[in-house]
């Protein structure tokens, strides 16, 4: 990633330039359940990593459509991102890239993104790093080690930063806020041929409820969703032919979950009358992995 696709800063109309001011304390909402008083339900500042395609193109649709302002990240896939950007319903958003493994670059992401939007109530960690399949028995050590420092720096590293430094912001604005983490089903039922995706996963959901206890006094919610099998570009052609048949068996709904279902959960779990949700992992999965 070079210096100036990480400081794309706000990609945005001169319309929606005009309207960055930075906003003072939200009114309570109307009617607010218990402890959702101060925290907007709409016109929020969110910030949604990996948001190129697929489930975080869905988000950011998602929270665009009733009125948030986005800022889309992506890692290299810069056109895809373009795109994901000329469909938001609304004004006011930005498009940003950044490589999530640097530190530094995830610092200047969110201070970017702040800087855009004038704050950041929302932080959703959808970004997650691609490997090739790692099945111990049959991969090299070079190969092994090289697919962890990828997946723990991305999936993992990143999340945590990206929080860090959303949280800060969220604590100075004083009203509270939302992160919401992708995870996955794998850290629940083992990924044999990428276990380094699981284990990374399964982090993902344990610092997810580690904060929620941390940020809880500063109105801060933070909360986790693991999805099964997604309907995505990405793995799209995993779902033909017969492992597709197999795939869709897992659930007995007989199929895969769209990147909208994904993103109207992320939805609710970003509201006002989802704090009590804090410390969650929601399942995803249509039934195909059941835990108790």
Do not use: C
Request: net charge negative; proline share 5%; no cysteine.
């Amino acid at each position: 990633m070079t210096s100036s696709q990480e400081s794309q800063g706000s990609h945005q109309s001169q319309e929606s330039q005009e309207s960055q001011g930075a906003r003072g304390p939200a009114e309570p909402v109307a009617g607010a359940l218990p402890g959702s008083s101060g925290f907007p339900g709409t016109g929020r500042r969110v910030l949604v990593s990996g948001a190129s395609r697929g489930v975080g193109r869905a988000i950011a649709q998602a929270f665009a459509a009733q009125g948030d302002r986005v800022a889309v990240h992506y890692g290299s896939r810069r056109d895809e991102a373009e795109a994901t950007f000329a469909s938001l319903d609304g004004t006011g958003h930005a498009l940003l890239g950044a490589d999530l493994s640097d530190p530094q670059a995830t610092a200047r992401l969110a201070e970017a993104a702040a800087e855009a939007l004038g704050g950041i109530d929302v932080l959703v960690n959808n970004a997650a790093a691609a490997a090739p399949a790692h099945p111990p028995a049959n991969t090299s050590y070079e190969e092994w080690t090289a697919v962890w420092q990828r997946q723990v720096s991305v999936n993992l590293l990143a999340t945590a930063n990206l929080s860090h430094l959303a949280a800060q912001r969220m604590i100075a604005q004083g009203t509270g806020g939302r992160i919401v983490n992708i995870g996955s089903r794998g850290a629940f039922r083992g990924e044999p041929a990428h276990p380094a995706y699981g284990a990374t996963k399964a982090a993902v959901h344990a610092l997810g409820q580690s904060l929620a206890v941390a940020l809880a006094p500063h109105g801060i919610a933070v909360t986790s969703v693991a999805p099964g099998f997604i309907d995505t570009d990405r793995v799209a052609h995993r779902l033909d032919g017969a492992e597709g048949e197999g795939i869709r068996a897992q659930s007995p709904f007989g199929r895969v979950a769209e990147p909208a279902e994904v993103a109207a959960a992320v939805l609710w779990l970003a509201s006002p009358q989802a704090q009590w949700s804090s410390g969650t992992v929601l399942d995803l999965n249509g039934a195909s992995y059941l835990r108790t």
